[in-house]
């Protein structure tokens, strides 16, 4: 993993994402993030570098009307659904998907929770306990992307990883502090 540029204004690096079909630029609702820190703030840079860098995103009904992508998206949570503001490379809008968020409460929460017991950990557990942290960190991290992929079926093709990224940067959008 590369270290990631301060904003995800920056091109993709060349030979990354093959295809049109891709996120290029993607964004958080600043006024839907109500508190950071250094690890969350961290985790949101990696998950926007990372997914910038490799991911697939073909927005089914945009795609039908012809658009060929790549894409901007922006994210925000509205009435307690998920909006993803999808808009073409010059930011023209192309559609906007709203995601029911009641099944993610739980895998949230969850993750949460084991994120905090992973920091607490780093600072002072043996190798093998940070380890044993890790492994169910991910373990939820990737039911969570395996439910989004669910909930996308049909409205975007995208894949697991970019799945993933996406479940960590839902999370940032819960952070209550």
């Not at 795609?63 to 010059?90: F, N, Q, T, W």
């Not at 960190?137 to 990737?142: D, L, M, P, S, V």
């Amino acid at each position: 993993m590369s270290t990631p540029p301060p904003d995800s204004d920056l091109p993709p690096a060349p030979g990354s994402s093959a295809g049109a079909h891709r996120i290029v630029h993607i964004s958080l609702d600043e006024e839907t993030i109500l508190w950071r820190n250094a690890d969350v703030e961290q985790e949101r840079r990696v998950a926007i570098y990372d997914l910038i860098e490799e991911n697939t995103f073909k927005p089914v009904r945009a795609a039908e009307r012809g658009a060929k992508g790549p894409y901007r998206l922006h994210l925000s949570v509205r009435d307690g659904r998920l909006a993803m503001d999808i808009s073409d490379e010059a930011e023209a809008p192309l559609e906007t998907l709203l995601i029911g968020l009641a099944r993610f409460r739980r895998p949230i929460r969850e993750y949460f929770a084991i994120c905090d017991s992973y920091y607490q950990a780093i600072r002072k557990a043996t190798p093998t306990e940070i380890e044993t942290i890790d492994m169910a960190r991910r373990g939820i991290h990737n039911n969570a992307a395996e439910l989004l992929l669910e909930r996308l079926e049909g409205k975007v093709e995208t894949d697991f990883p970019t799945a993933r990224r996406l479940f960590t940067l839902i999370c940032v959008l819960h952070i209550k502090g």
